[in-house]
Every structure is written in C-alpha cells, then in structure tokens.
C-alpha cells in the first residue's frame, strides 16, 4: 500500500435488520427549538456517572441549535490567528443532500495549500463536529449513523495538503511543507478552521468533536490522538498504517520479492492458494478458533510448511506444494526480511487469508499495490527532483542499509507514539480497530502499538479510554469473508457522551455489502439482507460459539476471556519504534525540515 485509498468512506454505517437480534441504528430525539447560546456545556464539563447512565441511547439528547447568520455572510469571517492566521475561505454557500441543507464552506489554509471544505446543517445541528479522513473533496458520507443521517453533524473533511502519492507530483520530492500537511498538521489546520466556522455560524461551540478514519485515514487519526490530545473528544482509527516509515518501504513489494526466482519467474501462483487455505484451515482450528468458516486469532496459529509440502517422493502436485512454494508462503506468512532472515517490519499476511492474497504476475513491482518506489520518494523525500519513483525503485533492497534510511524518518511518520496520557487526562476516547484478515496493514502492528500503550500507562488505565476491536475474517477497512459491516461511530458517541465503555461491537456480513480494498469501504445496502452477525469483544478477549442456538446470530456467542489465545510476537527492531514521546514537529528552513524546539 502507498495510500492509494481515499481513507474511510462509510464505515460507520451499518444497516443491518433488526430481526437478526439487534439495530445499530438508534433512534435519536430531538428538540425543535434553538438552545441559548449562553447554556451550551463545554464537553469537559459534562459528566454522567455510570452507575446512573441507564439510557438506551447511543448519545446525548443535545437540542437543535440553528445558524444566527446566513449562509453566504461565512464568506467574510476571519478564522482567527495563530496556526489558521493564514486561513482563506473561498466560497460559503447553501447546498442541499439527503441529509437536507448544509452550508458548504471552501478554503485553504497556509502555509502550503492545504484545502479544506466544511458542512454545516442548516435545520438540525445538534452541537456535534466530526472530521473524516478521506482523500477527496465531496460530501462526506464517512459519518453514516442516526445523526448524521438526519443532517445533525458539521462534517468536515481536506486534501491533506496535496494529492495522493500515487501519482509522480512534484510536492512528493521536495516540497518540506507538504510533507508537514500530509503527515500530521493538515487535519488538525482544518479542524482549527471548522470550529471557528461554527462559532461564526451558530454563534456557539460545538459540544463534542469526532474524527474517524480507516488506513490512511487511521494513520491521521491516531496521529491526531498523539499530536493534538485536545481537537477530538472521540476517535476512532481503523487499521491504522502505525510504522509508516518502514512499512510503506518494504510490506508493499514483498510479495513480489518473495515469490520470484532469481530469472524474474513467478514461483506460487493465484491457482495454487486453495491448497494452501485449505491446509491452514484444518490446522490453525484448534489453536485460532474456527466459527463459521473464519480463524477468530490467527495469530494464535504459525504457519508450517510440513502442512501443505509434497513429499519428496510425489509426483502429483494437484494437492500439495512444491517445497519451493511452500517456503514462498512461508516468507509471505512471516513479513518483509533481509537475506539473513531478520525482520524488516512487523508480520507479514495473517493465516486464513489465502484466498484474498492477490499475486502479481508482473515482471517487476510496477503496480501501484507492490511499487515501494513512490512511498520511498514520500518517505525519504529526495532533494534531486530527478529522483523518480522508479530511479528509487531501481536503487532499492530489502537489507539493513535501506531499513536504517527510512527508520530515520521514523519522528515524522510514525504513529507509534505509546504516550496517550494526554488524551486521557482531558478524558477522551480512543476507538482502535483492524480486521484480523488485513493484507494491507498487519493486524500484529496496531496490537503491538496498543500493547505498548499498555506498558506505559497500565492495562487498567488504558482499558479506560482505549480499546481495539480485531474483526475476524475482515480484510483491510473492509471486504473480506468477515462480517465488515459495523457502526463505529455510535458505540464511540456513547463512551464520548455516556462515559458507557464499548463492551462489544456488534459486526455483520450483508449480501453485497462487501467493500474493495481500495475504497475502504465496509458498508451495507439499505435493503440488503443480512447473511450473519457476530459480537466483536476488545482485544485479547474474543467470541465463542455458545453450543446452541443459530450460529449467525450474535446473540449465541459469549465472551471467551482466555487471552492466552493471542500470540501476536514482535521481538525484531522493529519493536524499538513503540514507545512514548518519539514523534518531532517540524518547520521549514531555507527549504529544509527542521526539528521545532
């Protein structure tokens, strides 16, 4: 992956059918009169105790606040000083939606070009902002539960500063500022921005901020956590991209380094994958836990070649690998490495994904799935504008020398910051989730970040405003043979609102509901019908079949709270980049990045 993805699109939204033994979608009521701008309550000063939260809903019952200018007057506001002191708005004007009217608002932000578009509802704001992590300017359909639905949310979303790196733009090679953007300054610029529109617009502040994001947009999201503790009341970072630096460099092109014989011919083709499924399957089943067709942690199980290799006596292969197949899955199961086996990132393709893996059959990684060229230009940001991706490309190997150049840059990139203390402290909430069948982002990299979370402040302490959700069978941001339909934002709403912790996430698979990885989104169709669901439990605990009852509904599961059954080992270099107050901030000086003191 080099970002290729728009971020989250909608993966909040999961309309599943009530008969199936729940409904994400609450109902929500609300007022029909203006509240007094004096009234409004700061989110830090509202608590609810526990022991006295015994509502149903999923968020507070916020009444409508509406806009005390026009629309078009936002043109002409001044969004402030400090960090937005270079903040334009380009156009401020009515647009209508399914969800009814919002004022659209369009900027840019300095320096650089940071471009940002804000939507604020015109009839039913109930006080609530959120920003979507997505890759392109269109109204934001990321934020899909009740109250967003009826147009309740101001929605905001940017550019990041510049395109995506999939295309060979100038700003990849030597423009510092962008870099800046893209990595961590951009969604915070824009949140500044959005809030000064709203207290420009309804003449308060809003009650409670969100930010949600899955891959890339994960990535911006749990930088925000670590960076910016107090833009966001609630996140919620799904499969987050934590060791950029590295993984970018090297997880993309492995695949096809491992599965080529020295000529350039492919060695494990697509064809041969359901010997290999198969295999796996049988077993990992006893140690991961297979409900339904699907390992709930894989992690639990280590790939052996014995499993799958033909004796050396056969001489029919039709089902078995060759041993040299074998030892190809082997590398793809344990992550990029160098000639001498030491790990280069962290994992590599989770057991039980086989059927998904997609083999190049190129003579070189010029794809954009398996190109490391264009996230090394991105990454390492050569000065030499003749520096192409593919002069990168040509230059690069999978050996300590490259993995030294690229950890470098570790401080800018990096989300593997295990110091949240505070994000704690102004009482946020932290929403971690990834699929256990990503191919994308290694579930093993986003569970070593939040076991280091734990090492630093204490399983207790961290349990009380972080959790992560492994969804089995779940591919990356989506898709999958898993059930990748799940509501996010509203179990989020109601830790943020309710202070009620997500004890489970409740996820399902939806007949074409499946999301492609390049959309990263795991969203179901309003009448589709619901193949199975399934409670999803934080991390190590996980579900488990009662015995009775209908396997596909989620009510017949309970919680297995032996956590012996994950295995997720990290011991390489690798590790060494978890760990607290690792990440710079950074300026532009005489067009170089200078660490701010």
């Not at 149903?56 to 629309?71: A, F, S, T, Y």
């Not at 402030?80 to 969800?99: C, F, H």
């Not at 699929?435 to 204490?458: C, F, I, M, N, W």
């Not at 898709?479 to 339909?485: I, K, L």
Request: charged share 20%; aromatic share 10%.
């Amino acid at each position: 992956m080099t970002y290729d993805q728009n971020g989250l699109t909608r993966h909040s939204l999961a309309r599943l059918r009530p008969h199936m033994g729940f409904l994400l979608l609450s109902t929500v009521s609300v007022l029909a009169t203006a509240q007094n701008p004096n009234q409004a309550q700061s989110p830090e000063h509202v608590q609810i105790p526990r022991d006295q939260d015994t509502s149903p809903r999923n968020w507070l019952d916020l009444p409508i606040v509406k806009p005390v200018i026009d629309c078009e007057r936002l043109a002409s506001v001044a969004l402030g000083a400090g960090e937005v002191s270079q903040a334009t708005i380009n156009s401020a004007k009515l647009v209508n939606s399914a969800q009814g009217p919002f004022c659209k608002v369009t900027g840019n932000i300095g320096p650089g070009t940071v471009q940002y578009q804000v939507f604020l509802p015109v009839e039913r704001w109930t006080q609530r902002f959120a920003l979507s992590a997505q890759n392109i300017l269109t109204i934001p359909r990321a934020i899909t539960n009740e109250p967003a639905l009826k147009g309740q949310l101001v929605l905001a979303i940017t550019d990041r500063g510049g395109p995506g790196i999939t295309r060979e733009t100038p700003w990849t090679y030597d423009n510092q500022q962008k870099r800046i953007d893209w990595s961590y300054r951009a969604n915070h610029v824009t949140s500044l921005a959005a809030k000064a529109l709203i207290k420009a617009f309804y003449g308060q502040s809003q009650r409670f901020s969100y930010f949600i994001g899955c891959s890339n947009g994960g990535r911006e999201a749990l930088s925000s956590a670590q960076r910016y503790p107090s833009d966001f009341d609630g996140i919620s970072a799904g499969a987050p991209v934590v060791i950029d630096s590295v993984h970018n460099a090297f997880f993309p092109g492995w695949e096809w380094e491992a599965n080529r014989r020295s000529d350039g011919s492919v060695i494990l083709a697509s064809s041969r994958l359901k010997i290999l499924h198969d295999a796996v399957m049988q077993n990992c089943a006893p140690s991961a836990g297979l409900i339904g067709g699907l390992l709930q942690t894989p992690s639990a199980c280590t790939f052996k070649p014995a499993w799958v290799q033909c004796s050396a006596a056969a001489s029919d292969t039709a089902k078995c690998l060759t041993s040299e197949e074998a030892r190809v899955a082997e590398k793809l199961y344990r992550g990029p490495q160098d000639d001498k086996g030491r790990l280069l990132d962290l994992g590599g393709f989770p057991p039980g994904s086989e059927l998904y893996w997609k083999l190049s059959t190129s003579a070189g990684p010029a794809n954009v799935a398996t190109n490391p060229g264009r996230a090394l230009v991105r990454i390492l940001s050569p000065s030499d504008p003749g520096i192409t991706p593919a002069v990168m490309e040509h230059s690069f190997h999978f050996d300590q020398e490259w993995f030294g150049k690229v950890a470098r840059m570790a401080p800018l990139w990096n989300t593997a910051n295990t110091n949240l203390r505070p994000l704690q402290k102004r009482d946020g909430k932290l929403i971690l989730w990834i699929g256990a069948a990503d191919l994308t982002v290694q579930p093993t990299s986003v569970v070593a970040y939040y076991e280091g979370v734990q090492r630093e402040l204490g399983a207790q302490r961290t349990d009380s405003f972080t959790r992560l959700f492994l969804l089995p069978g779940v591919g990356h941001c989506g898709g999958g043979e898993g059930p990748g339909q799940v509501d996010l934002l509203s179990p989020l709403m109601a830790w943020t609102e309710l202070h009620r912790a997500p004890e489970k996430l409740i996820v399902g698979k939806t007949a074409g509901g499946t999301a492609s990885e390049d959309r990263a989104d795991p969203y179901s169709q309003p009448a589709a019908k619901t193949l199975f669901t399934r409670p999803v439990f934080p991390y190590p605990q996980w579900a488990q079949y009662a015995g009775t009852g209908d396997p596909n509904d989620e009510k017949n599961y309970i919680n297995n709270r032996n956590s012996s059954h994950h295995y997720y080992k990290y011991t390489t270099e690798i590790s060494k980049f978890f760990s607290p107050d690792n990440q710079h901030f950074y300026q532009v000086k005489n067009g170089r990045l200078v660490v701010e003191q």
